[in-house]
């Protein structure tokens, strides 16, 4: 359990570190799950060790039982050739070698439980690694789209403020407000723009009027 215990605090802090730099989340993102990988590979060991355990409990169990078999064909034996005295010792062993072997019977059946929890964490935690190498992908998308929007919105506010496409728009800004001020000052004498156009527009039409008048009049001339 302390090895499951120290997973939970690897991927505490490696989380935590994640967030500390994530200036370089592909870097950190690998960094994470290799020492998931590892610290799980620690628990493995452990509880396979576990697994061991059990194994050489269960093997000590039967040990004891076949103890007690041997002891039983002794006990046996030395009764039918009416050696009572060394077929009730025969017995007193064998209860000796029933007594280890229901305690060691009941250790081996606790490791067991506990070997089983184990193993079912293991594979819990092997899911989780599982998903999130299945997750590394999609989280590096994401880091680089927010990225990518931040820088994007940085630029778009230094264009705003102090590029070209600022001095642009000042530019821009300073041109209509002299327009503006001509106008305005046109206004103050007098002249409005509008009629001036239209005064244009019709001395241009009285102009072309008299060179056709005067046109016809040398033709007229000439003919006669």
């Known amino acids: 359990m302390q090895r499951l215990e120290n997973f939970t605090l690897v991927m505490r802090s490696s989380i935590t570190t994640l967030r500390d730099k994530i200036e ?13 990988e590892e610290e799980l590979e620690a628990v493995r060991e452990g509880v396979a060790e576990a697994i061991a355990d059990e194994i050489q409990l269960g093997k000590r169990v039967q040990r004891a ?5 041997q002891w039983l064909e002794r006990a046996t034996t030395a009764l039918k050739r009416n050696d009572e005295e060394a077929s009730k010792q025969a ?3 064998k209860v000796f070698a029933d007594e280890r072997a229901d305690s060691l019977q009941e250790e081996y059946q606790q490791q067991q439980q506990q070997a089983a929890k184990l193993q079912a964490s293991l594979h819990d935690l092997d899911d989780k690694i599982r998903q999130a190498r299945q997750k590394r992908t999609l989280l590096l998308a ?6 990518s929007t931040r820088r994007i919105n940085q630029a778009m506010d230094r264009a705003e403020n102090r590029s070209a496409f600022a001095q642009f728009s000042r530019l821009e800004d300073r041109v209509e407000r002299s327009e503006a001020m001509c106008e305005a000052y046109d206004r103050l004498e007098g002249r409005d723009p509008e009629t001036e156009e239209l005064k244009q527009q019709f001395n241009e039409r009285d102009r072309r009027e008299k060179v056709r008048n005067e046109f016809e009049e040398l033709k007229q001339r000439i003919v006669d």
């Open 142 to 147: 994401r880091m680089t789209r927010a990225n």
């Open 65 to 69: 039982r076949e103890d007690s078999d």
């Open 24 to 36: 370089d989340p592909e870097r950190m993102l690998h960094q994470l799950i290799v020492d998931m």
């Open 91 to 93: 017995l007193d062993q």
